[in-house]
């Protein structure tokens, strides 16, 4: 099964999930032994699947640490923290995340656009 550490230890992923409000990104950063990597990945893949049939489901990417990095970060958008807490609540996804390996880590954080425009210039 995968660990869970917070993202931000001053608010957490159940404290976030309480909130009404859409749309929304988790960045999901994992961590996990070199000789897991290929698992991760597969189990990711799997929770994937489940995850682009729930409602509110948007979009999703796992990106992956250059330069022999044994760290990851998923990215998906949904449409509210509704959507995404009745998935990441639902029994099948939960047990889903058993398959994970040991040495993973995950850091789960919701996250909203800011409507501030930024424009870099060289």
Not at 42 to 57: I, L, R, T, V
Request: with cysteine; aromatic share 10%.
């Amino acid at each position: 099964m995968t660990n869970f550490a917070e993202l931000d230890p001053l608010v957490g992923l159940a404290k976030q999930m309480e909130a009404n409000e859409g749309p929304i990104v988790l960045i999901n950063h994992f961590t996990v032994d070199a000789d897991d990597e290929e698992a991760l990945v597969a189990a990711w893949s799997h929770d994937a699947d489940f995850m682009k049939q729930q409602p509110g489901y948007i979009s999703t990417q796992l990106h992956r640490g250059i330069g022999g990095s044994s760290s990851f970060v998923n990215y998906a958008v949904w449409q509210d923290v509704e959507s995404f807490r009745n998935a990441f609540m639902h029994p099948e996804f939960q047990h889903r995340i058993s398959s994970y390996p040991a040495s993973a880590v995950a850091r789960p954080h919701l996250f909203r656009k800011l409507a501030v425009a930024n424009h870099c210039t060289a």
